[in-house]
């Protein structure tokens, strides 16, 4: 139990960061040593996205807050086009370049199936990279509080949400989304940023949510 709950600790930390880097950039990225933190937890989960991660601090020392903070406006608000569009429906469904479409209505039918409700003073979509980032941060947080407190079938509920939202959301759109903001990016910051989201959640699909539910299936086997 005590390594399960060690390794979904790192994950859950890992998606808060990530999700960090999607706000709108202010003193909080500094003073809370986001891209450096982001760095120590990637060393432990997913090497190639460490690399990446580890030019994040060095670009915010070097670019400054002011100027990564007009390239995240370009990027990610407009005025006019947005450069790359936050939402996952604008690349789930791109004939109808709009967000809350169905791939947004599932996300908020996963969002009612794990018990959690809108939060009137968000305005992000409810399918904006931010939102849900942190949602599998809380997924995760919600896992290993069931399961310390040997609640398996509410963890087992979570862990598939988990799944589901990469399988379905997650690993479908960030290809596409990192390939735009590469493209846009007036700094160095977004560029490793964007590297970094597309290595971790490649890996968070492809090895890391199948690790988990296997060992959380036989965690669950051999303490019931």
């Given amino acids: 139990m005590k390594d399960f709950v060690l390794r979904e600790n790192v994950r859950h930390s890992t998606y808060y960061y990530l999700a960090r880097l999607f706000d709108l950039p202010d003193a909080f990225l500094e003073e809370e040593q986001i891209p450096t933190k982001l760095h120590q937890v990637l060393e432990a989960v997913s090497p190639e996205a460490a690399e990446h991660a580890a030019k ?8 400054g807050l002011d100027k990564i903070r007009r390239d995240h406006m370009k990027l990610f608000f407009g005025p ?59 997924l995760i947080a919600r896992t290993v509080a069931a399961c310390e407190a ?63 539910l296997e060992e959380f299936s036989t965690l669950r086997a051999d303490i019931t």
Avoid: C
């Fill in 150 to 212: 040997g609640n398996w079938q509410e963890a087992e509920k979570y862990v598939n949400i988990q799944l589901m939202f990469l399988q379905n959301h997650l690993s479908r759109w960030v290809t596409p989304f990192a390939k735009v903001i590469r493209t846009g990016a007036a700094t160095q910051f977004y560029n490793a940023a964007a590297l970094v989201l597309e290595s971790f959640i490649k890996q968070e699909f492809l090895e890391d949510g199948a690790a988990m």
């Fill in 56 to 63: 994040l601090a060095p670009a915010l020392a070097e670019e």
């Fill in 80 to 138: 006019s086009q947005l450069l790359a569009p936050p939402y996952g429906s604008v690349y789930l469904e791109p004939e109808k370049r709009e967000i809350m479409g169905a791939s947004t209505q599932d996300a908020q039918r996963l969002y009612a199936e794990a018990g959690l409700q809108k939060d009137e003073a968000l305005k992000d979509a409810p399918d904006h990279i931010r939102v849900e980032l942190d949602f599998m941060h809380v």
